[in-house]
């Protein structure tokens, strides 16, 4: 089977796009980088593919890549250098071992109350996607 | 700088009107969709546009102040007409060699590449190749003129999911490159929504609404909530459109009613819109037109 | 909804869910798909027949001379009898191939196939509805000119290429011929253009090989010798048609060509590295050469075409020009123009007639196709404006056939050198370049005209062929002699290879008809006019003999020919007019 290399010809990340989700175009792009950030699949010096591939590959107004690649570097993940294209500045923060156990049981902790309260597990996954959707929202309102 | 301006632009044919009265600005840089049902008056928008027909009444101008079908206008200016037309009996290597033949300005070896990455036959007649392979040729075409501003008719018309999507990114390739207006017209409202920063609904030969699709976005609201409370809320509201289901109504209303912003009615809560609900509300609605803001539409009367 | 409109409506419904099909259904089908040819086609004729019938009624008060240019016997066809002549083959050309090639290159033949009717019945059907909108036409205009003829017949006989294929059964029987010979050229070539060029070919073969009658036959033969042509054309079509069933019944309707005309050379294909650079920069003539690569095929035909007959010319002239005392009469009579040694009879219109096929063929091809599928929304938002596309088009063109127009007049030219005493008259003043450029130059430019106009192609060429045949019958008839002032006999006749213009009687009795025929037959032969003069002495008649020496030869021609460009200039700009003014 060939692999498809669409966008992999600067960058070293693939957009995968999902429109019917809700979430903005644009901040789908900037979670996926946060989140190779995250898996190391990019590091600091590593170049994001350019505008001209991504929306070649996906079909997404250039604007909309555009703004991604400028909250990056509002977040400070990013820097644009003029003419060659916008590069990884930063890591992102990992987080610790132990600090992810102790929230897994906090988080376990507030499932053992919602369920006793009489939430079924449907009704605890829309809860936590629209909190944290807001939690979003807010975040960016407040960074927007 | 606009690249499409029309004031007071009607078109007739016989006793029926494409176009009535219509006054649009759009600017330089857009991706602007063409929305409407069909006989709305899109293709007669593009045509008018590119210098293919003449007004009845009314003036049209594109690229700041030029005559569609100027040769000026003619050189910056790319247009694909609906089902793509180009010479059936004619090879893909003739089709290029005319379009070099016919334009002052024509970039040969982008159109070259192009048709060697779409894996296109250079000595297959047009008439041969599918319809996305002729659409994709007619867009390389008037690509490879390097225009400043691209008309299309319903280009995704006849093609597969596929060939749509390759379609599209060559499209958006060019834009981003060079940083071309597009105008096109279409029925699929999920592409609309990804590729367009602007946006032009025409309904019965009226622009219904025209602007940047984040500010229309933002300048509606749905409110949803009980029915029986609908004849109690104030006329200001003037919802655009009334949706009931059983015990609940929905309401798609304009954020902007008054002067000061004001809350939602007791009962009622409120959320966005997204681009399709919004669509389909006003072509359900056609005498609903969304109030022009300075920025929506251009200067009523001749340019 | 209105009452009116749903009256029509209802009315249309019945029609289309009623239980049985319509009588007639494939004529109905016929004429609405080739209405616009087979209407042309039927205006000639009624045009023929009314210049007949005017021609009876006015007789010599009127300066309508038709009948004079039949009395020639010696000579070949000029325009009238070009124009009745004319009739069938232009049926086989914009009717019969039509019939055939449409249908075949788009599939649509595959819907008739199967709706209930058979190939073969498919085809006899279409044949037989054109034939029953033109046959009867060709039987009244037959009818009509044998009546007139019945005068002149005694005097020139009817076996001559004038007369024999104009009688009715004969032009019946060449119309049906015609239209079979466009079909099976059609089911054969598959392209339209080929197709065309396949049925002027072998109308050209029929015309030498397929006639009965010689100069040496009793005139009371006539009818039964016209039968006989009949019998001989129907029994040809019957084998043509046969042979399309044939044809068709084999090979699927879209993209199967026969073997034989795929052979046909295609060009290798470029490579992408040279086509780029080919590319690169905008060549000289640009617009010309998008012209050509568009027009390209259907050019070279009609230059083969024309091509044929300079060849013919050039290989028969070589012939002549070595022996031309001894051959020269031999070649008088057009027909064995193509053939050393070929009988007398032949009807050999064609070189006079190809400025009437190819222009407007080629003319309505400019303009006509790019209207009628759209491809306008390709070519007005390039980067030239419309006019300069138009113009450029006409330019290009029009340069081409008109310079292979005045190649080919300059060979007949060296053809006719040892021979210069008819000059004057038709054919050979109309195959001399200048005149035959010129009609290629105004065909060409009114079809492109017509074919704006109109947004179609057959119907713009079959007008214009119909259009500028009369046209040039009429100048032919009535301009010439007006163009120069003209001299004058009395009772005298005129010097050698004078061109008629008119001739009237002054007498004190009656004149008998038979020696004002004789007076026109011979009017420039010295050595028969003895006898008449001493006709003209004893009826105490004076005979005034209007004419325009042969020494004004060159002049008339420069003063024709001028004024067919300045007519094909007004229709080019007028053309890119039309093309500014129009939507797409």
């Known amino acids: 089977m060939a692999i498809d290399k669409g966008q992999a ?86 987080v610790g071992g132990a600090e992810q156990a102790a929230l897994a049981r906090r988080l376990a902790a507030w499932m053992r109350h919602a369920a006793a309260a009489g939430l079924d597990d ?15 929202e807010y975040e960016d309102g407040m960074s927007a | 700088m606009t690249v499409l301006q029309a004031s007071a632009l009607s078109k007739r044919y016989r006793a029926v009107f494409a176009l009535r009265d219509c006054n649009l600005a759009i600017p330089d840089g857009s991706v602007t969709g063409l929305i409407g049902p069909n006989g709305a008056g899109k293709s007669t928008l593009l045509h008018l546009a590119a210098g293919l027909r003449r007004p009845t009444t009314g003036s049209i101008r594109v690229l700041d102040g ?28 003739g ?14 070896r982008y159109a070259v590449r192009r048709v060697d990455e779409l894996e296109l036959p250079l000595t297959a007649k047009v008439g041969a190749l599918s319809g996305g392979h002729q659409a994709q040729l007619a867009l390389t075409i008037a690509l490879a003129k390097r225009p400043r501003l691209l008309l299309l008719d319903e280009p995704l018309a006849r093609l597969d999911p596929l060939a749509r999507h390759q379609f599209l990114g060559l499209l958006m390739a060019a834009v981003a490159a060079d940083g071309i207006s597009v105008i096109f017209s279409s029925h699929v409202l999920t592409e609309l929504g990804r590729i367009c920063d602007h946006l032009v609904l025409l309904s019965q ?3 219904q609404l025209a602007g940047q699709v984040e500010e229309v976005l933002a300048g509606h609201e749905v409110l949803t909530g009980p029915a029986d409370q609908v004849t109690s809320l104030p006329a200001t509201l003037a919802p655009i459109r009334i949706a009931q289901a059983g015990a609940q109504v929905h309401l798609l209303v304009r954020t902007h009613r008054g002067r000061e912003p004001e809350p939602a009615p007791a009962g009622f809560a409120v959320q966005p819109t997204v681009l399709e609900e919004l669509v389909l509300a006003y072509l359900g609605e056609p005498a609903a037109t969304a109030l022009p803001g300075p920025e929506f539409a251009g200067p009523a009367g001749p340019v | 909804m209105t009452s009116a409109l749903t009256a029509r409506t209802g009315a249309l419904r019945r029609r289309i869910a009623g239980p049985r099909r319509p009588r007639l259904a494939m004529l109905r089908l016929v004429w609405r798909q080739h209405r616009g040819a087979l209407s042309v086609l039927l205006s000639l004729s009624a045009v023929a027949i009314g210049a007949l019938v005017l021609a009876d009624l006015y007789d010599r008060r009127f300066p309508v001379h038709l009948w004079r240019t039949f009395l020639w016997q010696g000579y070949g066809p000029n325009y009238p009898d070009l124009a009745m002549q004319a009739i069938p083959l232009a049926a086989a050309l914009f009717v019969g191939v039509p019939l055939i090639v449409p249908e075949l290159e788009d599939g649509t033949a595959n819907f008739a196939w199967t709706q209930g009717y058979g190939k073969a019945r498919w085809a006899l059907s279409k044949l037989a509805a054109a034939a029953a909108v033109l046959v009867p036409a060709a039987v009244v205009l037959g009818l009509v000119f044998g009546w007139w003829y019945r005068l002149y017949a005694p005097a020139t006989g009817y076996f001559t290429m004038h007369a024999f294929a104009l009688y009715a059964p004969a032009l019946a029987g060449w119309t049906v011929l015609g239209l079979s010979l466009g079909m099976a050229s059609a089911a054969l070539a598959r392209r339209e253009r080929r197709a065309m060029a396949l049925t002027l070919v072998g109308w050209v073969a029929l015309h030498h090989y397929a006639v009965v ?69 905008r060549p000289i003539m640009a617009g010309p050469r998008a012209a050509w690569r568009q027009h390209r095929a259907g050019l070279l035909i009609g230059l083969t075409v024309l091509g044929l007959y300079a060849a013919v010319l050039a290989i028969t002239g070589l012939h002549i020009h070595a022996e031309p005392a001894r051959l020269r009469p031999r070649y008088a009579s057009f027909a064995t123009l193509y053939l050393p040694g070929a009988s007398t009879d032949g009807n050999f219109l064609l070189p006079l007639l190809l400025p009437f096929l190819i222009g407007p063929f080629a003319g309505a091809s400019l303009t006509g196709p ?18 300069r596309w138009a113009a450029g088009k006409l330019a290009a063109v029009g340069c081409v056939l008109v310079a292979a127009a005045v190649a080919t007049g300059l060979i007949f030219q060296w053809w006719d050198g040892p021979y210069l005493a008819e000059r004057l008259a038709d054919p050979w003043f109309g195959l001399y370049a200048p005149v035959y450029a010129g009609w290629m130059a105004v065909t060409l430019t009114a079809a492109a005209l017509v074919g704006a106009l109109t947004r179609t192609r057959t119907f713009a060429a079959v007008a214009c062929l119909a259009g500028t045949l009369v046209a040039a019958a ?22 050698p290879g004078s061109l008629f213009v008119n001739s009237y009687v002054r007498h004190a009795g009656a004149l008998p008809s038979a020696i004002y025929t004789r007076v026109l037959q011979d009017f420039d032969n010295s050595t028969a006019w003895t006898g008449i003069e001493r006709a003209l002495t004893r009826y105490h008649a004076t005979n005034i003999l209007v004419y325009h020496p042969a020494s004004q030869f060159w002049q008339l021609q420069a003063i024709e020919s001028a004024a067919l460009f300045a007519l094909a200039l007004l229709f080019g700009a007028a053309t890119v007019w039309v093309i500014r003014r129009r939507e797409a």
């Open chain 3, 213 to 281: 009658g010689s100069p040496r036959t009793q005139p009371g033969a006539l009818w039964p010798l016209q039968f006989i042509q009949l019998a001989i054309l129907l029994a040809i079509s019957g084998v043509l048609t046969s042979g399309v069933i044939v044809l068709i019944q084999g090979a699927p309707a879209i993209g199967g060509m026969p073997r034989l005309l795929r052979a046909v050379p295609t060009r290798a294909a470029p490579d992408a590295q040279v086509l780029a650079r080919q590319l690169r920069r």
């Open chain 1, 122 to 136: 449907q009704s605890i996954t829309a809860m936590f996607d629209a909190v944290l959707r807001n939690l979003h």
């Open chain 3, 474 to 495: 009429a100048n032919a008839e009535f301009l010439r002699g007006h163009y120069l002032p003209t001299a004058v006999a009395v009772n005298r006749p005129a010097p």
């Open chain 2, 95 to 108: 089709m290029l060699q005319v379009s070099r033949d016919l334009n002052p300005v024509w970039d040969g």
């Open chain 1, 9 to 94: 010809a600067t960058g070293s990340v693939a957009f995968r796009l999902d429109h019917g989700s809700g979430v903005p175009t644009y901040l789908q792009l900037v979670r996926q980088v946060e989140q190779a950030l995250r898996l190391g699949l990019l590091g600091p010096g590593d170049q994001l593919p350019t505008v001209k591939e991504t929306v070649e590959s996906l079909a997404i107004n250039p604007n909309t890549v555009m703004k991604a690649y400028r909250e990056l570097e509002h977040r400070g993940l990013a820097a644009g250098r003029p003419g060659l294209g916008t590069f990884i500045k930063a890591k992102l923060q990992r």
């Open chain 2, 66 to 93: 030029l005559v569609p079908g100027s040769s000026s206008a003619l050189e910056s200016v790319g247009f694909v007409a609906a089902d793509a037309p180009l010479y059936r009996n004619m090879s893909v290597a």
């Open chain 3, 370 to 387: 790019d209207l009628e599928q759209g491809t306008v929304r390709f070519a007005w938002a390039q980067g030239v404006t419309r006019s």
């Open chain 2, 205 to 207: 030969g009226r622009v």
